[in-house]
């Protein structure tokens, strides 16, 4: 079964209005399938794609020729695989002012967008792609970015979302073979895709000696979910060295397996932690590497609440991302400990979402948090939130609303 995706729409706008696009995200997520269907609808594309050997070697090592072999308007599927590809394209599409003459898809997101803003800034668009947002996967036609709101009716629960459903979806993560399969074993295809994920894109970026060590690796960044990452405990925990651990991580960061959230501060915030948190992009993906596969493991696991919070955060991030929105995303954190877990910077406003692990919270704590972001970032602030196991819309006073897992 074929889900629609959201961003659809923004990749159309993108491909029919810059010169070139590059789709960038993990394996597995359907980047492909995207490209595929988007250049069937608009039509006269070629396809190549870098998984082939022969094609690789020629676009690393003599990329004018690849080019020229290759004429636009071409789709690149797995273009990270020859970086010096990309002067040779900004060459092409400077003698053309044509839009769409190539889109690429990556799965090296960072080191990609890197290559691609140096060689094509201003004539590439570059798109983010995860798994299937919670939406996409309930087969909603659209769904707009999420922002709280105090409004009830934007925030209906689709069916009977309660602790175990939640986890349910927790565990099975996002990505769209889990899906489109229904007999599928989820941890048979973790498992799977650990390993294919080593052998092909890790082996590729760096020679690793010991592949079970940075096995060991992503089960402790796993368990590190939602926290404040600290390369020293890492690097303890695993037996390498923290510049490995920088290195190892990076490897992760890279290939789209986890998202570093950065803290808001700014010269007035005197007091705000700036480590930054570590989440995992696929919770199902995170509870596997933790030995989780059953919600009602997951819900007694002492990783339950980071596993609840990985999960909001990303489906938070993928609405905005596959709508076209050019959101920003940080926590707040001070030295004292008031914490707010995703800070959504859009339209010149700052929406502080705390996640909780509960059907109700104490309206204490989480108005000390909010006081404390609000008296610290100042008229900036906006409408806030508490994202949590319930099955009904609240509000837990003028300004922040109480919105379950289920409406998201």
């Keep these: 079964m074929q889900y629609l995706r959201h961003i ?34 608009i039509g006269g594309y070629s396809m190549v794609t870098l998984d082939d050997d022969s094609l690789c070697e020629q676009a690393r090592f003599d990329p004018g020729l690849f080019v020229q072999a290759h004429p636009a308007p071409l789709y690149i599927d797995e273009v990270q695989r020859a970086p010096a590809l990309f002067p040779a394209l900004k060459r092409t599409l400077d003698e053309s002012d044509a839009r769409g003459q190539y889109l690429m898809t990556g799965s090296q997101q960072f080191s990609l967008m890197k290559g691609a803003k140096e060689s094509l800034a201003g004539r590439v668009g570059i798109l983010r792609l995860q798994g299937l947002s919670k939406a996409e996967i309930e087969q909603r ?47 048979r295809y973790f498992a799977s895709y650990v390993e294919t994920y080593i052998e092909r894109d890790i082996r590729e970026m760096v020679d690793i000696a010991n592949v079970g060590v940075f096995r060991t690796f992503m089960r402790v960044c796993a368990a590190r979910t939602g926290q404040l990452l600290n390369y020293a405990d890492l690097a303890r925990d695993v037996g390498i060295s923290v510049p490995t651990a920088r290195a190892w991580l990076s ?31 696929d919770a199902g993906l995170c509870a596997h590497l933790l030995g989780i596969s059953t919600a009602d493991a997951a819900i007694a696991s002492p990783a339950s609440g980071a ?40 339209g010149g406003g700052l929406y502080p979402v705390e996640i909780k692990r509960a059907t109700a919270v104490k309206a204490v704590d989480i108005r000390r948090n909010m006081d404390v972001f609000r008296a610290t970032t100042g008229p900036s602030a906006s409408t806030g939130a508490v994202v949590l196991v319930s099955r009904t819309f609240g509000a837990l006073d003028a300004t922040t609303a109480l919105i379950p897992v289920g409406a998201l």
């Design 8 to 41: 659809e729409t923004t990749a159309m706008e993108v491909a029919t209005t810059f010169r070139a696009m590059i789709v960038c995200g993990p394996r597995q997520v359907g980047k492909t399938w995207l490209l595929r269907k988007l250049t069937a609808q």
């Design 141 to 187: 036609p659209s769904a707009a970015h999420f922002l709280p709101d105090m409004d009830a009716r934007r925030w209906p629960v689709s069916g009977d979302w309660g602790v175990r459903r939640v986890y349910e979806a927790v565990v099975r993560g996002c990505y769209p073979e889990c899906f489109s399969e229904p007999r599928m074993n989820i941890s």
């Design 251 to 281: 490897l992760l960061e890279t290939s789209g397996i986890v998202y570093i959230l950065h803290p808001y501060y700014n010269n007035l915030i005197k007091r705000a932690v700036k480590t930054p948190k570590l989440y995992f992009t």
């Design 307 to 346: 596993l609840l919070e990985t999960y909001v955060v990303m489906e938070i991030m993928k609405s905005h991302w596959y709508s076209g929105s050019d959101a920003q995303f940080w926590f707040f954190r001070d030295a004292a400990g008031h914490e707010v877990d995703i800070v959504i910077e859009h």
